[in-house]
């Protein structure tokens, strides 16, 4: 009888076998079992951690390590985390509070505007997340992310933002020809759209130059399309426009006579219209055409002297001669010694230039018949023609006088005395078709030199 207090003793001592801090002992850790087991003792059951340990100090330090009173302090390995980390045995045979050791968790992720993430072990501690855009867009930011052993994540969430432009494709327009007598070609085109490689939104699309069906000019237009995504991303493309015109060689106004082309003077379909000086008759083609087969049409234009024919027998078969073509200043006079005779011919003679830029041919009658003289420059008339023209033109013989006769052989103006060159001029250059010629000689640079 006395041994059965010895041996209850080293049973209790075996069954508590534990050790400090090893976190394993011989019990189970079901408290409501060891509760059961043991009524009446004031034990609380055995800490048993997993992924910790624990480390318990008794108020009389005791061997026993889970009696009333008993402190523990739970220490969890790397990654995990105890809600407490001291518990004490309470008189209700339980623990003051949990102590289970539980996987550290780092806060959930936020989920990418434009992308997302993929983690090896969800929001746990070490779990490792990485990141992605979707297509489109570039990140902002760290790729990665780590939860760590304070519940922070290793780098904040990245942002995916749009920087890529969007693509645009212009179109391939082929050299255009210009149409016959024209300088322009009209030139169509389907207007190209954008695509976006993020959200596929786009604004207008905005052409530099002409609007396609327009006219363009001879030449190298340089165009180009830009279009915009909603993160103000550019994207463009460029393409050229050229048209070109069919030429024929390059002509020139003949020599005493202009030349009046339209369009552009040699392009195909361009006509070219020549016509002569006064005094000069045109030789060739009065019009000539560019053809298609880059050619002139026609003949070479010429402008050769007019040939008067002095042998007429009547008057009108000689002015008939200078109709259209010149204008005459017939100068009577009864001798070659009459004053007002000479003092016309003096006032003349310097003037010639401005008598040929207006077109006048002076026609002389000095003495009476059978004996006058008629003359054209160096050329004589022979009596009876110079006395046809006198009754033509009802000019007398024994008086000064002088016609002056325009290009359609109308009596325009006479004159019984002697005028200054620069008055008859006045008057010339106030006949309509003289206003038109003189615009043909501005053009054409011709003048007096003063």
């Known amino acids: 009888m006395e041994l059965w207090p010895l041996a209850l003793l080293l049973v209790q001592f075996c069954l508590c ?36 340990d624990a480390s318990c100090r008794t108020p009389r330090g005791e061997h026993y390590r ?24 309470m008189a209700s045979k339980h623990w003051s509070s949990n102590y289970a050791c539980r996987e550290i968790r780092c806060p959930k992720l936020n989920m990418l505007a434009n992308g997302g993430y993929k983690c090896s072990d969800g929001s746990y501690y070490n779990s490792r997340c990485e990141f992605f855009c979707s297509a489109g867009y570039s990140m902002k930011g760290q790729k990665t992310s780590v939860c760590q052993y304070n519940k922070v994540w290793s780098a904040g969430v990245p942002t995916c933002i749009d ?18 007598g024209k300088l322009t070609a009209r030139v169509n085109w389907d207007t190209p759209e954008g695509v976006d490689t993020a959200d596929g939104i786009l604004t207008d699309v905005i052409l530099k130059g002409k609007p396609p069906k327009s006219d363009f000019p001879e030449g190298l237009h340089k165009m180009s399309y830009s279009v915009f995504d909603r993160a103000g991303n550019k994207g463009s493309c460029r393409f050229t426009i050229r048209v070109r015109v069919r030429r024929c060689s390059r002509l020139f106004p003949p020599d005493n006579g202009y030349m009046k082309c339209d369009s552009d003077g040699d392009n195909y379909g361009a006509s070219c219209h020549f016509s002569c ?56 006079a009864p001798t ?33 018949y059978p004996a006058q003289v008629g003359r054209i420059r160096h050329r004589l008339l022979p009596p009876g ?9 009802r000019i007398p013989q024994r008086s000064f006088q002088m016609v002056l006769v325009d290009k359609q052989g109308i009596d325009k103006q006479r004159y019984p005395f002697p005028i200054t060159a620069a008055e008859l001029f006045t008057t010339i250059d106030t006949f309509p078709l003289r206003k038109d010629e003189m615009l043909l000689q501005q053009e054409a640079g011709q003048f007096c030199q003063s």
């Open 17 to 52: 076998s534990g050790y400090e801090g090893s976190g394993h002992y011989g019990y189970g850790d079901d408290e409501d079992w060891y509760s059961r087991r043991y009524k009446g003792t004031p034990w609380c059951a055995p800490i048993k951690l997993k992924h910790g």
């Open 66 to 89: 889970n009696v009333m009173g008993t402190r523990c302090k739970i220490r969890c390995k790397r990654g995990y985390e105890s809600q407490n980390t001291e518990v004490v045995c």
């Open 163 to 180: 920087i890529d432009p969007p693509k645009i494709k212009c179109p391939n327009v082929k050299d255009k020809w210009a149409e016959p």
């Open 277 to 332: 000086t006064g005094g000069f008759e045109l030789q060739g083609s009065a019009a000539r055409v560019c053809q298609s087969g880059l050619s002139w049409s026609g003949l070479d234009t010429t402008c050769a002297p007019m040939n008067i024919n002095v042998g007429v027998r009547s008057a009108a078969a000689l002015l008939d001669q200078f109709y259209e073509k010149r204008r005459l200043l017939i100068i009577s």
């Open 336 to 368: 070659a010694a009459n004053h007002n005779y000479r003092f016309q011919m003096t006032n003349l003679q310097p003037a010639q230039c401005g008598l040929d830029l207006r077109h006048v041919t002076v026609i002389e009658l000095v003495g009476t």
């Open 385 to 393: 023609l110079a006395l046809q023209i006198r009754i033509l033109l």
